[in-house]
């Protein structure tokens, strides 16, 4: 009984993530889903990534969080236009659903935008269920959460489209193995890139930031 | 509809861990359930507090993960007793709910143990809204992941009789403001206990331990 229930809301997102992608489809907005534990640095890495967009590609970001406009503010800052959801209005859901980012997207000018990206509640397991009608997902970890994550949480990595190690400038002061960190990614994503990040010094940024790039001109090409 | 399905799962979740809270009294076993984003350091943690407790409290671990025995592994060669629950049995579940606590009582001789630690799956959102019966609630948070986390993710901190700073020896390296953690933290719960740990050094054991084996202690004079 509980089972087919949960079926059946997995069913209604997913007619719902088709609409949107549709919508997004004919608006020509590249639809990015960023997820990661709470804490991985996502906000930290889209503040640097926006920054460095600058007006290169019209860009809006919707944040979910549970409470709190922390992320909205900080993001905010950067110029590019935020949408805050706060899923306590949404249950306290723990993921965003189609139907949030259907609701957000009242509030954002579609045809002046060729980026959306989406900040997803910081959960490393729920938000992997639910399709957004977004193009791509990826996924951050960072080098302060141990090599084994992919393992355990292999549903999150398996459908993604990228993954990046966050925080590398920590790696001297950890006991942990980055190459097995990605060798464990790509076990359970084999075709995967993986992107070696630090906000802080920027290193690995210019190859992120021309994946992120490559992705929005092949859409709108196509 | 939704909602009202929702309401009876955490109805019937509810009923059985009073069931099981009843079953923990009976055999006089304190139980302890320790929450945390995933990569916050709880394995290393209850690795730590199992090799410092020896024989002194007679111990069981139940492990909660959605794949992988990676962490009863690490846990069972203090040697302790450890269960591990994979979640994928159960619908992959991202948190452990009191079904699956009963379900790994049957491979526990509570009769020999005073204390029970369930180790929850990594999620800071979702098992804060299952009871199992237990006696206690922590929660860890590691200093790599923000200080606003608190505020963020409210619930988790609110249900919690304890928190853990863990990672606090990689705070040179961060930007990073243990008071406004400490804070944030009493902002949503004024009156539970902070312990600021570092497994690599040893740093604030004492007290967590104390604290530990108090609670153990005021549970069998009961």
Redesign the interface.
Same mark, same amino acid.
Not at 37 to 40: A, E, R
Not at 121 to 126: H, P, Q
Not at 151 to 155: A, Q
């Given at each position: 009984?509980?089972?087919k229930?949960?079926r059946r809301?997995l069913d209604a997102n997913e007619t719902m993530a088709q609409e949107n992608r549709q919508m997004f489809a004919e608006k020509g907005v590249f639809v990015f889903n960023l997820m990661s !534990?709470? &804490? !991985?640095g996502k906000t930290t890495m889209l503040v640097e990534t926006l920054k460095r967009l600058g007006s290169e590609i019209p860009t809006a970001v919707i944040v979910g @969080?549970?409470? #709190?406009t $922390?992320d909205a503010d900080r993001l905010a800052q950067t110029g590019v236009e935020v949408v805050q959801i706060n899923t306590d209005q949404f249950? +306290?859901d723990?993921h965003l659903g189609a139907h949030v980012i259907r609701r957000a997207c009242q509030d954002i000018n579609l045809d002046a935008v060729d980026l959306l990206i989406v900040e997803n509640? &910081? $959960?490393?397991?729920?938000p992997a269920e639910f399709d957004m009608g977004e193009d791509r997902r990826g996924v951050v970890?960072?080098v #302060?959460? +141990?090599e @084994?994550?992919p393992?355990? *949480?292999?549903?999150m990595f398996r459908v993604c489209d990228m993954a990046v190690l966050s925080?590398i400038d920590?790696l001297p *002061?950890?006991d942990y193995d980055k190459d097995l960190a990605v060798k464990n990614i790509n076990t359970v994503n084999p075709n995967i890139p993986v992107f070696c990040l630090s906000t802080r010094t920027g290193e690995g940024f210019e190859a992120w930031m021309e994946w992120l790039k490559n992705q929005v001109a092949a859409k709108n090409k196509s």
């Open positions: 009984m509980e089972v229930v949960v809301v !534990s709470p &804490g !991985s @969080d549970i409470c #709190t $922390n249950g +306290g723990c509640v &910081g $959960n490393l397991v729920c970890l960072s #302060t959460e +141990g @084994d994550k393992l355990k *949480y292999p549903l925080k920590l *002061y950890l």
